[in-house]
C-alpha cells in the first residue's frame, strides 16, 4: 500500500499549457508539502499545508497554486507552463508542525518535461 | 552562497569499503538534521536524523554533527552495493519552522562488487 501516492508519474505537456499534479496520503498525517527537484538534485520547499491550512509559501511564481480539498490530499495546478518548469515534483507528508522528530515521507514524484 | 552545501560526487567505491559523506552549512540556527537517501526513480527516505550536536547509530550508519565547525558527516559501514543511491543532507531551525527543511544537493553513491 503506497502511503504518499502522487498522480501522474510522468507529465509532458506544451509550454503555455495549464496542468495539474494530484496527491495523497495514507498515513494519517495532518501536514503535507510540495518540493521541487531540478536537473542538478537540488530539492526546494515551495508550499506546506497543515490541515487544509497554507503554512509555508516560498518564493515561487504565482502561476503555481497548490489546492487542498482535506487533510489527506494536496493538489497543485500550474498555469502557463514554461520551460525552467520542468523538474520532478514530490509530493510529501509529516505529523503535526514544529515538531523536530516527525519525518517527511515522500511520494515517488511527478516528472513534468515541458517541449 | 547556498545555505547548505554538499559534494555531488559522484562517489565510487569497492563494496566492504567505509564511505564518509558530508555536507556544510551557514546558518548557525539550524539545529534539526537529516540524512535521506533517494534511489533512481524514487523518492527520498529518510536514513537518519539528530537533534543538536553529537552522533547517532543506527546499524551500519552514523550521523555525526558538529555546530561549532557547521558540519555534518554520515559513515557508511561495510558498504553493499544495495546502498547505491543519491545521499541528500537536510537540515531545519525553529525559527523557520522544524518542518521547513533546507535539502543540500545529494552525494551520488556508488558502491561496486
Known amino acids: 500500500d503506497t502511503a504518499v501516492s502522487q498522480t501522474p508519474k510522468y507529465l509532458v505537456t506544451q509550454m503555455g499549457n495549464d496542468k495539474s499534479i494530484k496527491c495523497e496520503q495514507n498515513l494519517g498525517h495532518d501536514t503535507m508539502y510540495w518540493y521541487k527537484q531540478d536537473s542538478k538534485k537540488f530539492l526546494k520547499i515551495m508550499f506546506s499545508?497543515?490541515?487544509?491550512?497554507?503554512?509555508i509559501n516560498e518564493t515561487v511564481p504565482n502561476r503555481f497554486s497548490p489546492k487542498s480539498p482535506d487533510k489527506a490530499h494536496l493538489n497543485l495546478h500550474i498555469n502557463s507552463l514554461e520551460l525552467g518548469d520542468s523538474a520532478v515534483y514530490f509530493c510529501?507528508?509529516?505529523?503535526?508542525?514544529?515538531?523536530?522528530?516527525?519525518?517527511?515521507?515522500f511520494g515517488d514524484g511527478t516528472r513534468l518535461s515541458i517541449l | 552562497q547556498k545555505e547548505v552545501e554538499q559534494d555531488p560526487g559522484p562517489l565510487s567505491v569497492p563494496e566492504g569499503a567505509i564511505v564518509s559523506l558530508n555536507c556544510t552549512y551557514s546558518n548557525s540556527a539550524f539545529q534539526y538534521f537529516m540524512w535521506y537517501r533517494q534511489y533512481s526513480r524514487k523518492g527520498p527516505e529518510l536514513l537518519m536524523y539528530?537533534?543538536?550536536?553529537g552522533n547517532k547509530e543506527d546499524g551500519r550508519f552514523t550521523a555525526q554533527v558538529d555546530k561549532s565547525s557547521k558540519y555534518i558527516s554520515l559513515f557508511i559501514r561495510d558498504s553493499q552495493p544495495s546502498d547505491s543511491a543519491t545521499y541528500l543532507c537536510a537540515m531545519s531551525n525553529p525559527d523557520g519552522g522544524y518542518n521547513k527543511l533546507i535539502f543540500g544537493a545529494g552525494t551520488r553513491l556508488a558502491v561496486h562488487p
Open positions: 499545508y497543515n490541515n487544509k491550512e497554507l503554512i
Open positions: 539528530t537533534y543538536s550536536s
Open positions: 510529501a507528508s509529516s505529523q503535526g508542525i514544529g515538531t523536530a522528530n516527525q519525518p517527511q515521507h
